[in-house]
């Protein structure tokens, strides 16, 4: 039972190339999440998926965009990476509303120069 | 003020002592709380739920105090995999989808 996986695990970008983030869930949760983890802070929400078809922003939602392919798939594109998108990207999903908990994939550790 | 406020540390300990983390937070609204322990450079991972009544998990004791708006977590007899990061997660409020993690507190438990 894998859980949550993420690819890839490792990226490097150029400011202004995109990129695709991808998450998958085996657990037959309905909802899943995007993180953002940055030095000294909390986790902050980017995106979040409710349930399959639907798709609301958090609380750093700008230059980011998600797809909540199926049930199990949650991705997250930069259209045109910047430095201050440099982070720990964790994509995690739970198994009813949001005050369930969590679990989270590896993470998918972003440089962009 | 932040959301959910948490003392960063680092708490050095010795192997065996006891050790307390506490965390604020401001949603008066906020319907449920959590502890994450997150190891360096992995994923957080939930510790345990914190019920209004308080909780007990082996070494590991959570409280919730509405009134003043606080969780904590107590840890008896570290052990040195005790080391890691304590994350306090605050949910709820209207929606339900309202998470909030603290920034953590690092522990580091010394034979």
């Known amino acids: 039972n894998a859980g949550v996986t993420q690819t890839p695990k490792f990226q490097v970008l150029k400011t202004g190339q995109s990129m695709t983030l991808q998450c998958a869930q085996d657990m037959n949760h309905n909802s899943m999440y995007w993180y953002r983890q940055d030095p000294g802070m909390g986790l902050r929400l980017i995106y979040y998926?409710?349930?399959?078809?639907?798709?609301d922003k958090g609380e750093v939602p700008n230059g980011y965009n998600v797809s909540r392919l199926n049930k199990r798939e949650f991705s997250l594109r930069l259209e045109s990476a910047a430095p201050s998108q440099t982070s720990v990207y964790f994509c995690a999903s739970s198994g009813g509303q949001g005050a369930r908990e969590q679990y989270f994939g590896p993470g998918t550790r972003l440089t962009v120069t | 003020r932040k959301e959910v406020e948490q003392d960063p540390g680092p708490f050095n300990v010795p192997e065996g002592a006891t050790v307390a983390f506490n965390c604020t937070y401001s949603?008066?609204?906020?319907?449920?709380f959590f502890w994450y322990r997150q190891d360096c450079r992995k994923e957080p991972k939930l510790l345990m739920s914190v019920y209004s009544s308080g909780n007990e998990d082996g070494r590991f004791t959570a409280q919730l105090n509405r009134a003043s708006q606080y969780i904590s977590l107590l840890i008896r007899d570290s052990k040195l995999s005790d080391s890691a990061t304590y994350l306090c997660?605050?949910?709820?409020?209207?929606?339900?989808?309202?998470?909030?993690f603290g920034a953590g507190t690092r522990l580091f438990v010394k034979a």
């Open positions: 998926s409710a349930s399959e078809g639907t798709t």
């Open positions: 949603n008066s609204a906020s319907q449920s």
């Open positions: 997660v605050v949910n709820g409020g209207t929606g339900g989808f309202k998470t909030i």
